[in-house]
């Protein structure tokens, strides 16, 4: 007969195989919350995440921002015009709000827009031609003075297919000035070390309303 003690010996054995066969079918997740942070350590945890940059997921797919043109051809010349003049003052005025110095987010989302204009523009063969552009002259975000002077440029090379007149990109703060307020473009002549969209603050003014600081004295 075998003994009470063998019995035993034999089922714990068999219990360990049983678990051992589980842990292997179905490992069981190495991770940790620290009590402290709170953060989850182990897999799917802080250490997983120190491979790479986790997926945004409310950012786009990329062939959402960079499909084919949506919107179809518009044949009334009228609402055309008045649509490209609308657009071209929406976008010159953006790039002249923009910041000096943005993030990475930020050039992104800019670079984005331009993009996403050229698939959903009501103008469908205006969207393929901008698509061309933006294929030959890939946006430049990195400042203001950047975005400003490549939109601009991209902008006078639709000019020169229609034979309109040149813009002078020297004057865009002048001609696209929102009057916003918080960050007005300033009319005044940049030194002649800078660039054109290179603005200078102006102590008369308040830097956030843009309205005339009052002067006192004694």
Known sequence: MISRFAKAFIGITALL???????????????????????????????????????????????????????????????????????????????LRFPENPTPDERSALTSYFHLTSRLYPCGECAEEFQMLLKKFPPQTASRRSASLWLCSTHNEVNKRLNKPIFDCARLDAEYDCGCGDEPIKKVSPPSNLGPMDLEEDPSKDDLTGVGMIKGGR
Do not use: C
Request: no cysteine.
């Open 17 to 95: 195989f049983l678990f051992t066969m589980i842990a292997f079918i179905n490992p069981s997740s190495l991770s940790y919350v620290d009590p402290w942070t709170g953060q989850l350590f182990g897999e799917g945890g802080v250490e997983k995440s120190l491979s790479g940059p986790p997926n945004d997921p409310s950012a786009p797919p990329s062939h959402v921002v960079h499909g084919s043109v949506i919107m179809p051809k518009l044949g009334n010349e009228t609402a055309k015009a008045a649509l490209g003049r609308a657009t071209w003052k929406l976008m010159h005025t953006m790039t």
